[in-house]
């Protein structure tokens, strides 16, 4: 069985989340780039990052983020949430997601988010199993722009 190598759900902005305009509050679009990908990850990968720490004494802690706000995400719209593996090496994964409107015509937010493999019983980074690696290497999705920067500018940059 071939793995997707993006995956994609779908989310409704809550009124807790949103700020006084009925935007989603910009600390709440992490809230949901991340609930997507825990979801995802069990759904299409069988990796439950909760069962894992709680099991193995291991899984990954967030280690950067960078995100760019395009178009506002408004109370109890439809929001469309892809993500994707964009870098991974023996401790380290980078992951690419992006919010959508519903039918994926609008481009909201993006954001890369680093994490760290980390052994929660010896507070220190864990390398990959070589079962992870294999995983990675099958779902691997690269971009071919390194900087967020240029990634940003080639989003916005008109289609020829």
Known sequence: MKLPKIVESKAKIRFQDCDPFNHLNNGKYLDYFMNHREDELIKNYNIDIYKMAKTEGKSW?????????LKPALL???????SQLIHYDNSNLKVE????NEDKSQLKAIVWCGFVHYNLMSQKREQHSEDMMTLFSAIYNPI?????????????????
């Open 76 to 82: 109890m719209e439809i929001v469309t949430i892809e």
């Open 97 to 100: 997601m992006r919010m959508y």
């Open 61 to 69: 802690v967030s280690s950067s983020n960078q995100i760019v706000y």
């Open 144 to 160: 071919t722009i390194t900087t967020f920067e240029e990634r940003i500018k080639s989003i916005k940059r008109p289609k020829s």
